[in-house]
């Protein structure tokens, strides 16, 4: 029952109808209200005494509390009581339904014979509710009076109404609760076959429209040779980088981005698809080919501001519009294919992913950007110092800029210094020189540089990390970087304004020589600083 209103269950209209009707034949004021007051119908009154009443404010107040008398719940049903404005008899009958007291029957306007009361005692009661004597009274004398066995049978009658309103809300509220049910099985079978249907056209782990999906609009808008129709060809750029280096799951949230900055700036009307592993579609009809392209730029721009991943999303695009007179729908998504390719071709020329890497190293406060500018300059002039070729120096120099790129697989809470480490988290940092040996593996001008980052913390002594190689077993390379690395480190200033001077950086080379560094290259190191401004 608390699942619906009385309104729900009953037809208030022909209640209505039933309670005037019943009204006029027992010559009895009857209406049906909530437990609460509320009015379900209107008072069916057969003389106007309770409208002349309740124009007084105090006899409307009466009126109030009296009916809230009456239509509250009575273990004795009919409740018979006396109104407060007139004397006069009136009575309350429970209407239940599922034993929960829905509404009740009043009754009242009655003149009983055995309660006859005075003119006086009425011209009183009218002066004490501030109303017109004469007018009362004659509303009074329009009310017949009649037996308690009478007034009883009234109560008969309307209690045996009650008790078939009882019924009918019974029966009314089981229909209601199968046709609720009935409703809710449609509901659930509708929303089962929309997501079934949702999930044979949508790409499972993007939530863009699937490659299926892709070729049925594709081939419908083929037809439409009237049309004014552009599409775009899209490719998400470095998904295998991501993907080895990273872990297929960072691979995956490159693509639900990538797909969701797509969609989100598409047209309502517009079908966005995920079509291959990397590879994107969109069909948009009624499109000029400036809004297509300006559709284009947008999701670049977006994509390239995005800083979720270890570096920013890239995504190349093309766009065409079709020329329906003198191409089919497959040529122009060809051409479209075409300038996407083009355009990849110049964001790998422009886009360097090593660089944009320790961007975001530097923008996480893991690196320190002047101090790695500083141990590249002094990694380069000190190989050139050892006899180095210029361009093995500036390999070496290389080395050293990129060395800990692989701190760029911590997790984006991590938080290099400041604290205490778990031995678990000291785990995930030492493992930041393989994973920057196979970063420096995936781009050809870092290829040659991958053996040195691997080992560039390897100590002299073999106690080190990751392979506890040991003295010259250490690439040259990754030696001086072993130096240079820590002397950097020491003599560049903290956002603290706290850093080494440079003898104490000296001291402190000397002191661990021969067991973190080659004591050799120490030697020529001390040497070569005392030659150099560092």
């Not at 000029?288 to 501001?305: G, I, M, N, P, Q």
């Not at 180095?388 to 997790?411: C, N, R, V, W």
Request: aromatic share 10%; hydrophobic share 35%; net charge negative.
């Amino acid at each position: 029952m608390d699942a619906y209103t009385f309104y729900e269950i009953y037809d208030i209209d022909t209640l209505q109808k039933l309670i005037d009707s019943l009204s006029a034949a027992l010559q009895v004021s009857i209406r049906i209200l909530s437990p609460q007051g509320e009015h379900f119908t209107r008072d069916s009154d057969y003389c106007q005494l309770c409208q002349l009443i309740r124009k007084s404010a105090i006899g409307n107040t009466l009126c109030r509390e009296s009916d809230l008398a009456l239509c509250a719940y009575h273990k004795q049903s009919p409740f018979i009581s006396h109104c407060s404005c007139t004397g006069l008899t009136y009575a309350g009958i429970n209407v239940m339904v599922e034993d929960i007291h829905v509404a009740s029957i009043l009754v009242g306007q009655v003149h009983l014979e055995e309660e006859v009361r005075s003119e006086a005692e009425f011209r009183c009661q009218a002066h004490s509710l501030h109303i017109d004597e004469t007018e009362y009274l004659n509303q009074i004398r329009r009310i017949p009076s009649m037996t308690r066995a009478r007034f009883d049978l009234i109560l008969n009658t309307l209690t045996l109404l009650a008790e078939q309103l009882s019924q009918l809300g019974r029966k009314n509220l089981y229909l209601k609760s199968i046709i609720a049910s009935l409703e809710s099985q449609e509901l659930i079978h509708q929303q089962e076959k929309e997501f079934l249907e949702k999930l044979v056209e949508t790409d499972s782990m993007t939530g863009v429209y699937n490659h299926r999906k892709f070729n049925e609009e594709f081939s419908q808008y083929a037809s439409h040779k009237c049309e004014q129709i552009c599409l775009v060809s899209a490719d998400a750029n470095y998904l295998k980088l991501m993907n080895d280096v990273f872990g297929h799951e960072a691979g995956d949230r490159m693509l639900k981005n990538i797909a969701s900055i797509m969609a989100n700036l598409s047209k309502k009307e517009w079908l966005v698809a995920r079509c291959g592993g990397d590879e994107f579609r969109v069909i948009l009809p009624d499109t000029s080919l400036d809004t297509a392209k300006d559709y284009c730029r947008h999701v670049a721009r977006r994509c390239s501001e995005d800083s979720s991943l270890a570096f920013p999303l890239s995504v190349a695009l093309g766009a065409a519009k079709w020329d329906s007179e003198h191409e089919t729908l497959y040529e122009c998504f060809t051409r479209a294919d075409e300038e996407m390719y083009r355009n990849k071709t110049i964001l790998k020329q422009k886009t360097h992913i090593p660089d944009l890497m320790m961007e975001r190293l530097y923008n996480r406060q893991i690196l320190n950007r002047d101090m790695v500018e500083l141990e590249s300059k002094i990694a380069y002039d000190f190989a050139l110092f050892l006899g180095f070729t210029k361009e093995h120096a500036y390999e070496t120099s290389l080395a050293a800029h990129y060395q800990d790129i692989g701190m760029a697989k911590l997790p984006e809470y991590f938080v290099v210094k400041g604290q205490n480490k778990t031995r678990e988290e000291k785990l995930q940092i030492q493992a930041h020189v393989t994973h920057g040996y196979q970063i420096a593996r995936q781009f050809e001008e870092l290829y040659n540089i991958a053996g040195a980052i691997l080992s560039s913390h390897e100590n002299w002594d073999g106690n080190s990390y990751p392979k506890g190689l040991k003295g010259s077993q250490i690439p040259l390379e990754a030696r001086i970087l072993r130096i240079t690395n820590n002397y950097a480190y020491w003599t560049t200033p903290t956002r603290a304004g706290t850093n080494h001077t440079k003898t104490e950086s000296k001291e402190r080379l000397v002191r661990f020589s021969g067991i973190m560094y080659d004591p050799e290259l120490v030697s020529k190191f001390v040497k070569f600083i005392d030659e150099h401004e560092y």
